[in-house]
Structure formats: structure tokens, C-alpha cells
T-cell receptor
């Protein structure tokens, strides 16, 4: 069974450009999470989808970030326009809709804004 | 307020020795889950172990065990017989509330280095 996959693995863009990150969760997982780790800091929650609905987007830093999960399958996270402080590793995770289950993480997308 | 606190930014351990990574948490919920993840230098997040708040016994998975002290709100990870491949960042995390539809909150991580 395929795990959580993220694309691209690395992205280097200039300040002001747009970048779209993609996450394909494990098939059948209702929950999809986006997290971000800025260099040297903790892993910060961005948002949480349950199927196609945004359950919690309290961690989204500002309106330059837009996440979608059309059809409740894969999700995209768009940053437009990108700023230097957006650099970091963006993780996606998915889990089933039951309590006692772990979240499975993708390998992350390393975003560098220059 | 910090939900998950990992007070050890870095730890060293001699190969084959045991090591304890500290984690304390803060929640008012009666039902919650605690997790430990490992992040090697390659970057992926690897699930290690889970402890539910109502589990009476400490969770164990191979060389990993979770020392769960509910009254003290601590969930320390114990790695026995450390191996060089255990060198990595370790994150403690918590999911609060009932059901599976709650977000997972992470600590700041502890960098473990195993010395040969």
C-alpha cells in the first residue's frame, strides 16, 4: 500500500512567486493535515481536512496560503505570493477517522524562498 | 500556552545504553492520545509509539517504551539498547478529545545523537 506522498520534494522559488504543494494521502484516510517546520523551530499545525471539508484552519499564517482538497482525495497548498519567511519543510499527514490511530506522514516538501 | 513541552533540545547516549527523552503535556481533556515520532536526517516522519489516555499499561514497541505518568502529565520515551541508527530528531505529539478528527500538536523536538 502506498504511503502519504508529497510533491515536489524540493522547491526553490523567488520571493513573490507562486508555489503549489501537493499531498496524496493514504487511500481511505478521511483526515488530512498540513504542518510546517521552519528551520530550527517546532512543527506547527497549519490546517486539517476531514474529507473535503476544512475542520480546522487555525494554523494558517495568513491569506497568502490557500489549501484545497477537492473530492476529499489529494490536497494542494498554494502559497501566493511567497515570502522569505515561508521557507521551511511542509509536511502532510493522513489518518483514519478513529481515535486510536497514528497519523502517517509524507516525506515533506522543502520550500526555499530566495 | 505550550501544549507539548520537550525540554531537551539535544541528547547524547552511548551505543547500547538506554536513553529517556522527556515530554510533558498540557490538556484539560480526559480523552487524548500521545505519540512519538522519529525524524532522521533524511527528513521523513516515522511513527514510533502511541499511548491512549485511558490505557492502563505503558505502551511498548520493540526497543521503544513510553513511560506514561498521567498525574504528572508526562509521556517520556525510553529507547533501550541504543543503536547508531537511532540518531535523529524525536518529536512528542498529542491529539486531544474524542474521535479521530482532532489535530495533532507537536513539541519542539529533541535531537538524539548516539555515540559509538
Amino acid at each position: 500500500e502506498a504511503g502519504v506522498t508529497q510533491f515536489p520534494s524540493h522547491s526553490v522559488i523567488e520571493k513573490g512567486q507562486t508555489v503549489t504543494l501537493r499531498c496524496d494521502p493514504i487511500s481511505g484516510h478521511d483526515n488530512l493535515y498540513w504542518y510546517r517546520r521552519v528551520m530550527g523551530k517546532e512543527i506547527k499545525f497549519l490546517l486539517h481536512f476531514v474529507k473535503e471539508s476544512k475542520q480546522d484552519e487555525s494554523g494558517m499564517p495568513n491569506n497568502r496560503f490557500l489549501a484545497e482538497r477537492t473530492g476529499g482525495t489529494y490536497s494542494t497548498l498554494k502559497v501566493q505570493p511567497a515570502e522569505l519567511e515561508d521557507s521551511g519543510v511542509y509536511f502532510c499527514a493522513s489518518s483514519q477517522g478513529t481515535q486510536n490511530t497514528e497519523a502517517f506522514f509524507g516525506q515533506g516538501t522543502r520550500l526555499t524562498v530566495v | 500556552a505550550q501544549k507539548i513541552t520537550q525540554t531537551q533540545p539535544g541528547m547524547f547516549v552511548q551505543e547500547k545504553e538506554a536513553v529517556t527523552l522527556d515530554c510533558t503535556y498540557d490538556t484539560s481533556d480526559q480523552s487524548y492520545g500521545l505519540f512519538w515520532y522519529k525524524q532522521p536526517s533524511s527528513g521523513e516522519m516515522i511513527f514510533l509509539i502511541y499511548q491512549g489516555s485511558y490505557d492502563e499499561q505503558n505502551a511498548t514497541e520493540g526497543r521503544y517504551s513510553l513511560n506514561f505518568q498521567k498525574a504528572r502529565k508526562s509521556a517520556n520515551l525510553v529507547i533501550s539498547a541504543s543503536q547508531l541508527g537511532d540518531s535523529a530528531m524525536y518529536f512528542c505529539a498529542m491529539r486531544e478529545g474524542l474521535g479521530g478528527y482532532q489535530k495533532v500538536t507537536f513539541g519542539t523536538g529533541t535531537k538524539l545523537q548516539v555515540i559509538p
